[in-house]
């Protein structure tokens, strides 16, 4: 089973809707990472987020991390085609094993239709 | 610097073959990490080093599986004696350090076919 759960596993939307993707786990993250990876090639840092609460913005995309530190969410407002991709959320210094490498989730697969 | 490099990009060996993977990290990035992705899922981690130290190993490092990193420079991840199960993407990514701020920049894997 993987230790941070995405959902959902697989979108498909047409241009021009919103989105949002969720990562969740039931140990806590000192801070949590999202990455997007296009077939073929390695993933690509999009976000940090360490506070808490946090929420930042990257354009037309918007990162939360819970109050908890135990789960995230990644936002798209009108997606477009060029949005199409693998979101990866990943989780950073495990409390409860000390793990200081990155530990992926399961992955959203994002298709957006033009 | 380009960013991180691995070579092969794709590998096709015979079950019970050796084979070996290099990966060059940006250069001034002291820490290099391996992991393991296959399809539909997320990477897995197998290893990483801080300089030529490997200070951390996954349960899903077999004893077919040996990675170094001699100089704190370039790494290898040989697997020996492969089998249908090895069949996956294999992703290095480093980084300049240790910290939430510091995020990892993956090379493009090599894909690893046993038949």
């Known amino acids: 089973t993987q230790l941070l759960e995405q959902s959902p596993q697989f979108l498909s939307i047409q241009e021009g809707e919103n989105l949002t993707v969720y990562c969740n786990s039931s140990s806590v993250f000192s801070s949590l990472q999202w990455y997007r990876q296009e077939p073929g090639e390695g993933p690509v840092l999009l976000v940090t987020v360490v506070t808490g609460g946090e929420v930042k913005k990257l354009k037309r995309l918007t990162f939360q991390f819970g109050d908890a530190r135990k789960d995230s969410s990644l936002h798209i407002t009108a997606a477009q085609p060029g949005d199409t991709g693998l979101y990866l959320c990943?989780?950073?210094?495990?409390?409860?094993?000390?793990?200081?490498?990155?530990?992926f989730g399961s992955g959203t697969r994002l298709q957006v239709q033009p | 610097d380009t960013g991180v490099s691995q070579n092969p990009r794709h590998k096709i060996t015979k079950r019970g073959q050796n084979v070996t993977f290099r990966c060059d990290p940006i250069s001034e990035h002291n820490r290099l990490y391996w992991y393991r992705q296959t399809l539909g899922q997320g990477p897995e981690f197998l290893t990483y080093?801080?300089?030529?130290?490997?200070?951390?190993k996954s349960r899903l490092l077999s004893d077919r599986f040996s990675a170094e990193r001699p100089k704190g420079s370039f790494s290898t991840l040989e697997i020996q004696r492969t089998e249908q199960g090895d069949s996956a993407m294999y992703l290095c990514?480093?980084?300049?350090?240790?910290?939430?701020?510091?995020?990892?920049?993956f090379g493009s894997g090599t894909r690893l076919t046993v038949v």
């Open positions: 080093f801080q300089n030529e130290a490997q200070l951390e």
């Open positions: 990943a989780g950073a210094g495990r409390e409860d094993t000390g793990r200081r490498a990155l530990t």
């Open positions: 990514a480093s980084s300049p350090g240790q910290g939430p701020s510091y995020g990892y920049t």
